[in-house]
């Protein structure tokens, strides 16, 4: 079976940088619903559509094509006492939109006496990515996957 609109696509997915750093190894499954529903890089499911179980992709993305380009102006630095006291590089924090709902992931990058330097950029912005890619296994969606807009199962959406 080929990889159309609605298809639930399984992939054996390696990512790396230009370098050849290995980002994702690929032992976890991709899986994923075809066909817009914002699952994967809309290139990368550009690319893949049409595809058959079995076939292959290598394709490099650009940053623009990924997770965006580096915005140094989500690099902040905030008052230590904004934060709980066990503070450390690597935490990450929700900030709270103005709806209340989470709209953005921060990453905590350093920590000193009085100031914590957070970023708000995914870990891979600014990054050209390689994707290796093997179709695994495709099938067509069930109907309370395409109603719900994902995969149930394993690897997929497990609970609402």
Same mark, same amino acid.
């Given at each position: 079976?080929?990889?159309?609109?609605?298809?639930?696509?399984?992939?054996?997915?390696?990512?790396?940088?230009?370098?050849?750093?290995?980002?994702?190894?690929?032992?976890?499954?991709?899986?994923?619903?075809? %066909?817009? /529903? #914002?699952?994967?890089?809309? @290139?990368l *499911? !550009?690319?893949?559509?049409?595809?058959?179980?079995? +076939?292959?992709?290598?394709?490099?993305?650009?940053?623009?094509?990924?997770? %965006?380009? /580096? #915005?140094?102006?989500?690099? @902040?630095? *905030? !008052?230590r006492e904004?934060?709980?006291?066990n503070? +450390?590089?690597?935490?990450?924090?929700?900030?709270?939109?103005?709806d209340?709902?989470?709209?953005?992931?921060?990453?905590?990058?350093?920590?000193?006496?009085?100031?914590?330097?957070?970023?708000g950029n995914?870990?891979?912005?600014?990054?050209?990515?390689?994707?290796?890619?093997?179709?695994?296994?495709?099938?067509?969606?069930?109907?309370?996957?395409?109603?719900h807009?994902?995969?149930?199962?394993?690897h997929?959406?497990?609970?609402?």
């Amino acid at each position: 079976m080929e990889i159309v609109k609605n298809a639930v696509v399984t992939l054996e997915c390696k990512v790396s940088d230009p370098d050849g750093n290995v980002v994702d190894d690929g032992t976890t499954p991709l899986v994923y619903l075809h %066909g817009g /529903y #914002d699952a994967i890089f809309p @290139l990368l *499911e !550009e690319k893949l559509h049409g595809l058959k179980e079995g +076939e292959k992709l290598n394709i490099k993305l650009q940053p623009d094509e990924a997770f %965006g380009d /580096y #915005d140094e102006s989500l690099v @902040l630095v *905030e !008052e230590r006492e904004l934060f709980p006291s066990n503070v +450390e590089v690597g935490m990450a924090f929700e900030r709270v939109g103005d709806d209340g709902e989470d709209d953005m992931t921060f990453r905590v990058t350093d920590v000193a006496d009085k100031k914590v330097v957070v970023d708000g950029n995914h870990p891979l912005a600014g990054m050209a990515l390689i994707f290796d890619i093997l179709v695994k296994e495709v099938r067509m969606a069930s109907a309370e996957e395409l109603e719900h807009g994902h995969v149930h199962g394993p690897h997929g959406h497990h609970h609402h």
